[in-house]
């Protein structure tokens, strides 16, 4: 079983910075792929940036040069760095760990970027 427990949304200005936390717990081991997604209500979820076993990074074109994903094996943490944000970057961001070709997902959290 895998838990996953995202922390660090909130509401924050346009131009400003968040740092987003997806604690992993449970069985960690043959991990393929770690990533953040986020929804809009009424929108498909998007793929926002991953880590793919090996090291390889991924980045949505919407958020490249402006978020950074990074792990911390000792804490079995995921985080997304998120600077300069944009009102078009408000929604639901889910982090997501692909094991062994099972997708576990985070409950989600809110962020709204706002004025």
């Known amino acids: 079983q895998v838990q996953l427990v995202e922390s660090g949304g909130g509401l924050v200005q346009p131009g400003g910075s968040l740092r987003l936390s997806c604690a992993a717990s449970?069985?960690?081991?043959?991990?393929?792929?770690m990533r953040w997604h986020r929804q809009v209500p009424g929108k498909q979820r998007e793929l926002v940036a991953s880590?793919?076993?090996?090291?390889?990074?991924y980045y949505a074109d919407s958020v490249k040069g402006r978020f950074t994903i990074s792990g911390d094996n000792a804490k079995n943490t995921l985080y997304l760095q998120m600077n300069s944000l944009k009102p078009e970057d408000t929604a639901v961001y889910y982090c997501?760990?692909?094991?062994?070709?099972?997708?576990?997902w985070g409950q989600g959290t809110q962020v709204t970027v706002s004025s």
């Open positions: 997501n760990i692909v094991i062994r070709h099972n997708n576990y």
């Open positions: 449970g069985s960690l081991f043959s991990i393929n792929a």
């Open positions: 880590i793919i076993s090996g090291g390889s990074i």
